[in-house]
C-alpha cells in the first residue's frame, strides 16, 4: 500500500476527492495521486496529493487542464487542496450527475468524464441504497 495513503485517505474521509465517490463501496483502496504531476514540476508532498477512485485517477492522468465544454477554454482543472469541492460542483439529485458550476468544475466533469453511464448508474444505485451523496445516511 502506498505509505501516504493513511494521512492522505483520512484527510478525503475515504471518498475520491474529485468525484465524491465513496470509498467503502469498493473492494480495494483509493489511490493517492499527485493533484500536479512530478511532470508538471509538482511537489511530492501532502499538500499535493489527493484520494482517487480508478476511474477519476485513470481519466486525469496526468492532465492539469481541461476544456470547459461551455466556453471551450482551456483552464485547470479542480485543485481539492485550493479550492472547495461545492464552489465547482453540485449533484444532481434526478440524474446522478455531477454538474460542473464553473469553468474549472465543467472542464473537470469533462476530462475526469464524471458523468459516464457506469458513473451515473453507479451513483444512482448507491443512493438508493442511501450510501451516497457521502454523509446522507450511510456514513
Not at 484527510?11 to 470509498?23: I, K, L, N, S, T
Not at 477512485?53 to 487542496?81: M, Q, W
Not at 485550493?82 to 469533462?110: C, M, N, Y
Request: charged letters at 20%.
Amino acid at each position: 500500500m502506498n505509505p501516504r495513503y493513511p494521512l492522505v485517505a483520512q484527510r478525503a474521509a475515504h471518498q475520491c476527492e474529485y468525484c465524491r465517490a465513496p470509498e467503502a463501496l469498493f473492494n480495494l483502496p483509493f489511490e493517492v495521486e499527485h493533484i500536479i504531476p512530478p511532470i508538471h514540476r509538482g511537489p511530492d508532498e501532502d499538500s499535493n496529493w489527493a484520494l482517487s477512485c480508478r476511474s477519476c485517477n485513470l481519466y486525469k492522468s496526468a492532465h492539469i487542464e481541461g476544456v470547459d465544454p461551455e466556453t471551450r477554454t482551456t483552464v485547470g482543472l479542480f485543485h481539492p487542496r485550493q479550492s472547495l469541492w461545492a464552489d465547482h460542483f453540485r449533484l444532481e439529485a434526478s440524474t446522478a450527475s455531477i454538474v460542473g458550476l464553473t469553468a474549472t468544475g465543467r472542464a473537470t466533469v469533462a476530462r475526469l468524464q464524471m458523468n459516464s453511464p457506469a458513473q451515473v448508474a453507479a451513483r444512482r444505485q448507491w443512493a438508493r441504497l442511501h450510501l451516497f451523496p457521502p454523509g446522507e445516511g450511510g456514513d
